[in-house]
């Protein structure tokens, strides 16, 4: 039974969809064939959300760890995270069933239902959003175990995340908005058929399961010697295989993928330009 949901936008205070998400249906109220549950609707990072940056100190949303929840905070989003920990956790023993928490990204990545654990609750609701939602992408990030994770969705009993792309940083596009509203009804959904026992028998569905970050190629200095290759950007969640160019140099020449073929994501993402990150590798699975 999840009684109990939280939906929260701007854990990042420039991801707009999911901050004007919690807003209208703050306003307005949550869609009425929704109003059998409940529901609570909160803005996570209200200073990074007024300043409209994705944080001011630190990631909120790499913050949850138990190393770090365990010890002094030492900047503006580890004291806030630790705020919401005593308001909904303490991790590990929240009253939050299922807290949903709402991103976007610069890359092309559609409607992504990010879960972090493959148990028969995720599974289920990874069929019933594709099958909502056919064009929607699930990807699993299950190398480790939800507890271990720093997001701030695992704080409660079960953590989800909507990350709906590519939206420029601060702006609000009316169609990954409507993406990510449509991903979120699809989950309420879910748990409204969930708590009925009335869940359909579904057919597996393709997922990509998160495998590692890959950085750009830099100089000894930590400077850029590449970009991403055309044939690569916009093309999230496509396969690529050994051979497939993925960066461009600066004099020209395209860099090739080595090794199995992967389902590139998070491509050219804005957010990780301090971390170097250039994409981040999954494999095709069932589910
Ligand atoms: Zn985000």
Redesign the pocket.
Known sequence: MIANITIVGG??GN?TSGIQLVRNWQQFGVPSAYKGLSIDCYLSNMAAIDANV?FVEEDL?RQFTPALLARQPQCQEARLAHALNQQWGPKGESDIDLLIDI???TSAMGATLIILQADEFHTQLARYVKQQMPEANILVEDEKPPAEHAYLCSIGKRGIMI?VGAQPQGVLRADVYDLTERMALAILDFVKAYNSDSVPELPPCDVFRFIENITFPLSEDGERLAMIHPALQDNDFAPVSAGEPVFLSFDGQPQTWQGETIYPHFINEA?YHKLHVAFATATKAQL
């Open positions: 854990t990042h991801e994705r949303n991103h976007n990204t990350e957010a």
